[in-house]
């Protein structure tokens, strides 16, 4: 008889991956009994350098301006610049979609999102949120206050999950994926759609496993598994980013998956294909949103969750699109002010709780407009199309 949520434990929800084990650790005992913990944020060896005044930001300047940063001590400087002025709000939401579709493969990962069913009710808002908790530890840095009370804000939001479903965060490589998912999306993208890029600056590779350890430190998981540090043998290289990202997609999910598991990993992830499509797509277009975060997920993930495939032509477009927006970014100057921050503290004067039904409304006030729109094409064409044999009648 399967236990009720409240009867399980850890060790319902782990998984043997003895055989296949991620980067940065050398075997289980040594992540069970002497993990590599995380280290503390290092010393400053100067004032972080400003990015230039707006008149001097010319050509492809994000590029020198990286150049002269330590991404040794200054990573989070580089992470606010590479996210800021290069990211944007529609690829953070299909990143979004991604990363969390790849976590509810896991038994843990569907339980809690599952359980929250915040994901299914007000998706707009649980994205707006997450998107807002991000944005504030790259903006602010890992290591700054704001971080921190936002970090432990996170800590209590998983209490109030683990209290109900106890287990469900006893596993430090699922968060750490969440954090190497919105590390490594771009660069996945970019290496899926054939980019002439490939790959992110050499100090945005080297940050990222400093901004991200730095950030898994001060996220805990439960007291059923010693309320350790989310942080414990996260990746230190950008070869290590890279890795775990691609063995997270390489667990063989299918040896500990039942039923129960995997209902709840299709209804998730049909939740969060549905957010996205309906915050950027209008009702006759949201199946092409739906292709579009088809087309991001690899096909065993597509294959796990039930959620199907892209159609093989609509598959094509997109890739080719992305490709020509990337390679178009890439070749075009670079921005002279960092639009997405200018987004990130827009959103924040947003009742995010009213978001779902704002944007439900808002979506059908233009499916109404277009419907009439297309209604006068319509008429117009028919009453056309009567004179026209009017005429040649008489």
């Known amino acids: 008889m399967t236990p009720s949520l409240l009867e399980r434990d850890k060790l319902y929800y782990k998984l043997d991956i003895t055989d296949s084990l991620p980067p940065g650790t050398d075997s289980i005992e040594q992540f069970e009994l002497s993990p590599r913990q995380p280290r503390p944020p290092p010393r400053p060896k100067r004032p972080v350098p400003e990015w230039p005044p707006e008149a001097e930001r ?33 690829a953070f939401s299909a990143g979004y979609a991604s990363t969390f579709i790849h976590l509810v493969q896991t038994p843990a990962g569907a339980a809690a999102v599952h359980h929250t069913a915040k994901a299914y009710r007000r998706g707009h808002q649980r994205f707006f949120e997450t998107q807002d908790y991000f944005l504030d530890w790259m903006w602010y840095g890992s290591g700054s206050d704001i971080s921190r009370r936002r970090l432990e804000s996170v800590n209590k939001i998983h209490a109030s999950v683990w209290k109900n479903v106890p287990g469900a965060y006893s596993h430090p490589w699922e968060g750490e994926m969440a954090i190497i998912g919105a590390a490594y999306f771009e660069t996945y993208l970019r290496k899926l759609v054939g980019a002439r890029r490939t790959e992110p600056h050499p100090n945005v590779q080297r940050a990222w496993p400093e901004w991200g350890e730095r950030v898994c430190a001060q996220l805990r998981t439960e007291p059923l598994d010693g309320s350790r540090s989310f942080g414990v043998n996260f990746p230190r290289t950008w070869e290590e980013v890279e890795g775990f990202y691609l063995w997270f997609q390489r667990i063989p999910m299918e040896r500990y998956t039942d039923d129960e598991t995997r209902r709840k990993a299709h209804d998730a992830s049909e939740a ?114 009567l004179w026209q044999v009017r005429i040649f009648s008489i």
């Open 272 to 385: 969060f294909i549905r957010q996205f499509s309906v915050m950027w797509f209008p009702r006759r277009l949201q199946w092409f949103g739906r292709q579009v975060v088809l087309t991001v997920i690899p096909a065993p993930i597509r294959e796990h969750n039930e959620i199907g495939h892209p159609n093989p032509v609509t598959e094509t477009l997109i890739k080719f699109a992305i490709k020509v927006y990337l390679d178009m970014k890439d070749a075009l100057p670079d921005p002279v002010r960092p639009d997405f921050s200018d987004e990130y503290h827009a959103a924040k004067g947003v009742n995010w709780k009213k978001t779902d039904i704002q944007t439900e409304a808002e979506w059908q006030r233009r499916d109404q407009i277009t419907n009439a729109i297309l209604l006068t094409i319509v008429l117009a064409g028919g009453m056309w199309a």
């Open 58 to 90: 010319k050509g492809k300047w994000i590029w020198t301006y990286l150049d002269k940063l330590d991404p040794d001590t200054e990573y989070d400087q580089i992470i606010k610049t590479a996210i800021f002025f290069m990211a944007n709000s529609f």
